[in-house]
Structures are given as C-alpha cells and as structure tokens.
C-alpha cells in the first residue's frame, strides 16, 4: 500500500504563485509515476501534469508556461509549481502514484485563487 498526501495549497491572489508538494510513501518510490489532477466544482476530475519514473513529463497544453512537475527521489515527493494563478485554477488538487497497475490517491489540497 503506497501513501499519498498532499501539502501545500491555499489562497492566493489572482496572478500569484503557489508550489504544491506530494509525498508518497515507500522504498520504491523512483519506480513510481506520479502525476497531479485537478477537479473543479461542477467538474470532472482532469490532469494536470505527470512525471514518470524516468523524469519525463508531460502537462495539459493549455498550463504549459505556468505549471511545472517535478520530482526528488531522494525526499519520495513530487512538487507542482503554479506561476500566474487564475481564477480558473481554483480546485481540488490531487496527487496519485502509479506503480505496479495501481494507482494511489492522496486526499486532495485546496487551492483557490480570488483577489
């Protein structure tokens, strides 16, 4: 069973900056993919970027220029850098490590952008 939680949201004026942090547990965590979703009111569940487990990412192409994977094996987390925040960014942020066919999901962090 792999943990997941998620740190790091809040509130934040529209065009500020917020770096959410993911870590997961377990000794294998440089085999995981990981990746961070989003989910707004009224809205389904979306990704927003992922990094696999050899450093590759990939991000929706709309955020691109704004939000930034990352990962630190040595600390078993994953780190979203958001830049330029709107207002449409508000939501449930999500964090999820695939290993072995399974995903584990972390609770969620809140992050809304309002002046």
């Known amino acids: 069973q792999v943990q997941v939680v998620e740190s790091g949201g809040g509130l934040v004026q529209p065009g500020g900056s917020l770096r959410l942090s993911c870590a997961a547990s377990g000794s294998l965590f440089s085999s995981y993919d990981m990746g961070w979703y989003r989910q707004a009111p009224g809205k389904q569940r979306e990704l927003v970027a992922r990094i696999d487990s050899g450093g590759n990412t990939n991000s929706v192409d709309t955020l691109k220029g704004r939000f930034t994977i990352s990962r630190d094996n040595a600390k078993n987390r994953v780190y979203l850098q958001m830049n330029n925040l709107k207002p449409e960014d508000t939501a449930i942020y999500y964090c999820?490590?695939?290993?072995?066919?399974?995903?584990?999901w972390g609770q969620g962090t809140q992050v809304t952008v309002s002046s």
């Open positions: 999820v490590a695939e290993f072995l066919r399974r995903d584990y």
